[in-house]
């Protein structure tokens, strides 16, 4: 199933399996994304507990040291942006970048599991473009901001998180491809060594790390982050009101 959430004209909630365009309720109900309603994102998490330097290409490419465990930072829950919502150039910054990345969302509360039991904890995968405003100094500034966290279109649930194909498109042009097996770290001892620090909660996002090529944005770019077997997360940069 691909879980997603959409709000409709009244300003109701609606939950269900995203198939083509079309929300399927429980009861049988469809809803059409752009007719009937704007998709939400599809969890609301208390955190976004974010991996970097994960993958060997993009540790090459930017020189940086091999971590000996993962290399985490926080986003905050007003960094959550919506599937096709637009992305606000931030006015203090001139160097905005996207970085195409793989998310968990906890399904159950869990602390301190097991890597063979990450699977029971966890609702399933979506897609996080974790916004970084590269010219501020230290990752907090750099990447904890309204709206720096675009998530979604939907969890896909069943899904093997260990061998799947990623491209991002910025207007138009590939800027990333790469497939989760070259992550140094793979997504289920992501999650158990996070739960070792941390109570996850139903609907916090974890997410394992952009491949190589993260790169800037300008207003008026398109973003389009698929991952197989998830979908697509569309975004576009505009300029601030």
């Known amino acids: 199933m691909h879980l997603a959430r959409l709000q409709t004209d009244d300003g109701d909630t609606i939950e269900g399996d995203l198939t083509d365009g079309t929300i399927t309720t429980e009861g049988g109900d469809e809803y059409v994304v752009g007719e009937d309603g704007e998709l939400l994102a599809p969890s609301e998490p208390s955190v976004f507990y974010c991996v970097g330097r994960n993958y060997t290409a993009k540790i090459d490419q930017m020189e940086y040291e ?31 970048t996207y970085a195409g990345e793989l998310a968990a969302v906890i399904g159950e509360e869990c602390h301190e599991i097991s890597e063979d039991a990450v699977d029971d904890h966890v609702l399933g995968y979506t897609i996080l473009n974790d916004l970084d405003a590269l010219d ?7 990447k904890a901001f309204d709206g720096s966290g675009p998530l979604g279109p939907a969890i896909a649930t069943g899904v093997d998180p260990t061998n ?12 990333q491809e790469a497939n989760t097996e070259q992550m140094l770290f793979g997504p289920r001892e992501v999650v158990a060594f996070m739960s070792e620090r941390y109570t996850l909660r139903p609907g916090d996002v974890i997410s394992f790390g952009s491949p190589a090529n993260p790169g800037n944005l300008q207003v008026g770019d398109d973003v389009e982050i698929w991952y197989e077997g998830i979908g697509t997360l569309e975004n576009t940069v505009v300029a601030p009101e």
């Open 164 to 175: 799947i194909d990623m491209t991002t498109h910025v207007g138009g042009e590939l800027r």
């Open 66 to 96: 091999i971590p000996e465990i993962p290399d985490w930072f926080i986003k905050p829950p007003v960094s959550l942006l919506a599937p096709n919502a637009d992305i606000e150039y931030p006015t203090w910054t001139t160097e905005l």
């Open 136 to 142: 501020q100094e230290r990752r907090t500034a750099r």
